[in-house]
RNA sequence: UCCCCUGUAGCUCAGCUGGUAGAGCGGGUGACUGUUAAUCACUAGGUCGGCAGUUCGAGUCUGUCCGGGGGAGCCA
């Protein structure tokens, strides 16, 4: 393979003629010069072609290395007398390898707005700030198996079509190869037995219950795949399809749950400042400015963790300032976890022990029996990025709860064997991944941070 | 799903109390000490989101449909 921008750019001005290929990114011509500059996506930086048109001058070629062409350039990595490159490139021979019209090739070289942008994502990862965040989201993807992996845990593949139907944690997608125009039924109802799967499946919500089954063989285990929800939600941080991470910690209570995502959250920060330094110079310059100084002090410092009593006791002293009253065994409302982490404490906070009614059955129940074991990690700008708990062990309680909020106990069967064979304290939660990467830089839309985004009337590309 | 805003040139927008359209950038052409958001000059681009209505006259007012954005809820 052909060393990349990235590499051609830390190298060394060179005798011998080398061959680098790219898109055009932009051109700028004199009488006897001509600059263009490469981008092959490996990087931020672009890498500067001079054409000495003394020595060699392909003039109609010249005026077809528009924005957006792809070409091959022979030539001599020489020092650059310019100011903002060590190294350019002096071209001898350049090869078109596609060329992008200019007078319809949609991204120009000027600013772009992302709304645009989403209209043309087929096109927008070739403009700086989508090529970062593709960067960044690697890197990130990366960290995140890298810190588990180090930490012993194994990676368990969870279904992504569930015919479990005990998930429950939002809108599902249903799964099916009926006819729609002509679906069998029986008493009025659909027949799933005639189903793919003979009964009713749908997209997973969440693979939680599945890598409890594992955590209960091997441990610590993580998932890391597709979630699917099908809630009618239209807002900048929620998506129809995005990516979850899901650890699951046996022998771990909710304070070790906590621990290790506070670790998890501050290790994939650490690993983006170091690995994508260029990239996050561009969110803190143009997206959000200012933002690696705080994720660096996000790094340093604990993160703030506060009972959902305490929480809601510390939003009461500022009922002013709020459209909703915060009240105690009322959810906490946007405003209130953004004044939380803004205003209150300046950074993440964790939020524990939430009344047990507007949390999910499996959470692990509290000695006062009002409040389970439950834990939100709340981040400046976006809120909850994480939703997690220690799981209700005891088959008693959770078939208690079970029946307290009038769910079917033979949907469960195999999730209630768990608690009735080698039963053991164990904990874990989810982390949406694009609201990390929104997290780490800055960028507004969650749209922007997943490569085709999936969301209410929305399924191009 | 609810509330608010918005839809004018390829892009980003301006267009006051109704009189059939403008800028910057981008494109094209030309000029130009090696430029880097290059610069300078010239130039071509628009059934003003769709439909219906009020009016002598609608980008501008009304209704409706479609698209986009922000906020809320649901959550990750």
Known sequence: ????????????????????????????????????????????????????????????????????????VDGILVESPGQNQPVELQAAEIRLLGEAPADSYPLQKKRHSFEFLREIAHLRPRTNALGAVTRVRSAASYAVHKFYQERGFFYIHTPIISASDCEGAGEMFQVTTLDLNNIPKEDGKVDYSKDFFGKQASLTVSGQLEAEIYAMSHSNVYTFGPTFRAENSNTARHLAEFWMIEPEMAFCNLDGDMDVAEDFIKYVIKYVLENCAEDMDLFNKFIEKGIVESLRSVVDSDFHRVTYTEAVRELEKNTGSFEFKPSWGADLQSEHEKFLTEKVFGGPVIVTDYPKEIKAFYMKMNDDGKTVRAMDVLVPRLGEIIGGSQREDSLDRL????????????????????????????????????RLIQYLTGMQNIRDVIPFPRTVHSAEF
């Open 1 to 72: 393979m052909r060393p990349s921008i990235k590499e051609i750019l830390a190298m060394k001005p060179e005798e011998k003629s080398r061959t680098v290929s790219g898109w055009v990114r932009t051109r700028r011509d004199s009488k006897n010069v001509c600059f263009f500059e490469l981008s092959d996506g490996s990087c931020l930086k672009n890498l500067q072609v001079i054409v000495d048109k003394e020595k060699y001058n392909p003039e109609a070629l010249l005026s077809k290395l528009t924005t957006g062409a792809g070409v091959e």
């Open 399 to 434: 078939t208690a709860r079970l029946e307290e909020m009038n769910l079917d106990k033979k949907d469960y069967w195999w999730y209630l064997d768990l608690r009735r064979y080698g039963s053991v304290p164990h904990a874990g939660f989810g982390l949406g991944f694009e």
